[in-house]
């Protein structure tokens, strides 16, 4: 009972932080270049990890030469291609849409699992995933005058960035649990960072520092700090406690608490498409994994 109370309570956390990295961060993507934002949000979250390993004396060369490869994969995955499509999709879509892309993680972590050879297809997982798609094609057809001109590259762009996401959390479990959820998030943010950090370097030379407003100071500093280390580690933990498809269905409830969150202090309208894509989506995840 107290590992399940562990479970929903790391979780719970996550989801309510997660509404507040699609928000805010959508502040930080409309007044900060997409690359030049990654850059100031990877240096913050990998001088915390640098810290922490330093005060908690952990040693990450042992995992390193253990795994050197899954950390490979899991910094190209979970930092440099989720968070290139993160960033540059949230910059031209709306935060709600985000999120319930995000719902799909389970269901492609699922699908990954198949391919792997890990879980077998059945009837009603099959049919949870076309449910859980089909949730997808009506937020895609449901083109209104409130949603920005943008917005079908910007959920292309979320899309991969989730795909990307459930592949990190997949190739994440067995690190772990080799490794323990600090040294196996400290790897992978350092590692991912490393390989974000060209092309960021790229992008500082002529950006005017002071141009930037403060809402999205606050959101560069939320996604470093907030979503590149607290939730990271939440999720790592979460990881330890239960299979990744569980991790993902249990942050399901971040579309409807964003939309709300919009809603109330952005003034975005949650469109008829957005809801019955919502209820598709979340249903069709629902049903797959039960």
Request: aromatic content about 12%.
């Amino acid at each position: 009972m107290g590992l399940r109370i562990r479970f929903f309570a790391t979780m719970g956390a996550h989801t309510v932080l997660a509404a507040g990295t699609f928000l805010l961060g959508k502040a930080a993507t409309e007044h900060f270049p997409v690359l030049t934002l990654g850059f100031v949000r990877f240096a913050l979250a990998s001088l915390f990890f640098l810290a922490l390993v330093r005060l908690r004396g952990l040693d990450l060369r042992g995992p390193w030469r253990q795994d050197r490869r899954a950390f490979l994969l899991a910094g190209v995955l979970g930092v440099f291609l989720n968070q290139v499509g993160f960033l540059w999709g949230l910059k031209l879509t709306l935060p709600s849409h985000a999120a319930l892309l995000y719902a799909l993680t389970p269901t492609l972590v699922l699908l990954f699992g198949w391919i792997r050879g890990t879980e077998r297809p059945t009837l009603r997982k099959m049919a949870g995933i076309l449910l859980a798609f089909s949730g997808v094609a009506v937020l895609f057809s449901g083109r209104q005058a409130a949603l920005p001109p943008t917005w079908v590259w910007g959920d292309l762009l979320v899309l991969a960035a989730v795909a990307a996401w459930a592949g990190y959390t997949v190739v994440s479990r067995p690190l772990v649990l080799r490794h323990g959820p600090e040294r196996s998030t400290a790897l992978s943010i350092l590692v991912g960072s490393a390989l974000f950090l060209p092309l960021g370097l790229g992008s500082l030379p002529g950006f005017r520092w002071a141009g930037i407003p403060q809402a999205a100071w606050i959101g560069a500093v939320y996604l470093g700090l907030v979503a590149s280390v607290v939730m990271y580690l939440l999720w790592f933990h979460a990881l330890r406690l239960q299979e990744p498809s569980r991790v993902a269905i249990a942050a399901n409830g971040q579309p409807i608490l964003t939309a709300l969150l919009g809603w109330a202090f952005l003034g975005q309208a949650i469109t008829p498409a957005f809801g019955v894509g919502a209820l598709l989506v979340i249903s069709g995840v629902v049903l797959s994994q039960i």
